[in-house]
Nanobody, 118 residues
Framework: QVQLVESGGGLVQAGGSLRLSCTAS????????VGWFHQAPGKEPEGISC????????WYTSSVEGRFTISRGTYGNTVYLQMNSLKVEDAGAYYC???????????WGQGTQVSVSE
């Protein structure tokens, strides 16, 4: 059974850092585009970053570019999102998916929660 599990969220002060992980079981993420999505409280999820399957091309939405970095793990079943200089508006649930830009109708994982205090 294919699963995606997000982890690494937590409570951090504004300006701090977190590293989120998207870990797959049942498939290798190396051959897929993988996107990270942010769902702020009371809002719809939106794509914030993506990594391509072949050349590892990356994309970031303007609000996170320069602060967040997406990367692949060594063994092919994990994609990371390094989040630096966190802002209060970065708080919310973070999900990963085997697609980029527009969120799926339903995420496979439960997401990981990020809270940012002033």
């Amino acid at each position: 059974q294919v699963q995606l599990v997000e982890s690494g969220g937590g409570l951090v002060q504004a300006g701090g850092s977190l590293r989120l992980s998207c870990t797959a079981s049942g498939l290798s993420l190396d051959t897929y585009s993988v996107g990270w999505f942010h769902q702020a409280p009371g809002k719809e999820p939106e794509g914030i970053s993506c990594i391509g399957p072949i050349k590892d091309d990356t994309w970031y939405t303007s609000s996170v570019e320069g602060r967040f970095t997406i990367s692949r793990g060594t063994y092919g079943n994990t994609v990371y999102l390094q989040m630096n200089s966190l802002k209060v508006e970065d708080a919310g649930a973070y999900y990963c998916a085997l697609r980029c830009f527009s969120p799926p109708q339903e995420f496979w994982g439960q997401g990981t929660q990020v809270s940012v205090s002033e």
